[in-house]
């Protein structure tokens, strides 16, 4: 059987999300009870993917190299922590690229899908933007938005514009304590 997927945009999820960027491990910090998120998902049959957005890569705010660095800590991190993450995936460029991997674009999810046979269909993303909610329709997956990063505004923006209807949750916690309550419905 096919591998089911948690996708976690990075920025305004796992970490407090930076106007400015994040732009070396100083200035990544844990948001709330983000390890003890992970750390309940760590015992789940799920693999648990990050796929975060960022062109400050592209604008020249930070290398690449720095980048993989920072997610290197992340990981290593979380699993002192006694959680896991399966993977990072990162769309490097500036939305004037019109490349195929910045979310709502599908690429990063779509990868990740080869790479570890993931059925979309039966996995979830939890995201604190629009482009998180409507990159999750677009592979037929679950998203749940967290009121966390730009959580607030990005909602109200998706009320102003008819985007209603999706699960919303206070962090990532509760992202996947909801998770979890669909697992034990069915
Ligand atoms: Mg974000
Ligand atoms: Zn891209």
Same mark, same amino acid.
């Given at each position: 059987m096919k591998a089911r997927a948690i996708f976690l945009d990075r920025d305004g999820v796992i970490n407090v999300n930076r106007p400015d960027h994040v732009k070396s491990w100083d200035e990544f910090v844990f948001l709330p009870y983000a390890l003890t998120a992970l750390r309940k998902l760590a015992a789940r049959d799920f693999r648990v993917i990050v796929t975060t957005n960022q062109a400050a890569i592209a604008r020249g705010l930070v290398a690449e190299e720095t980048v993989r660095a920072i997610h290197a800590q992340m990981i290593a991190q979380v699993e002192h922590a006694g959680g896991r993450i399966d993977a990072v995936y990162f769309c490097p460029h500036h +939305? $004037? $690229? @019109? !490349?195929? !991997?910045? @979310? +709502?674009?599908p690429g990063l999810f779509a990868q990740a899908a080869r790479d570890f046979k993931i059925d979309l269909a039966r996995s979830f993303v939890v995201g604190d933007a629009f482009s998180d909610v409507a990159a999750a329709l677009a592979i037929g997956a679950q998203p749940i938005l967290v009121m966390t990063g730009r959580g607030r505004e990005q909602h109200a923006e998706m009320i102003a514009n008819n985007h209603t209807g999706h699960p919303i949750a206070d962090d990532l916690l509760g992202a996947v304590e909801w998770i979890l309550r669909e697992e034990n419905r069915d």
């Open positions: +939305p $004037d $690229d @019109k !490349c195929g !991997c910045r @979310k +709502p674009q």
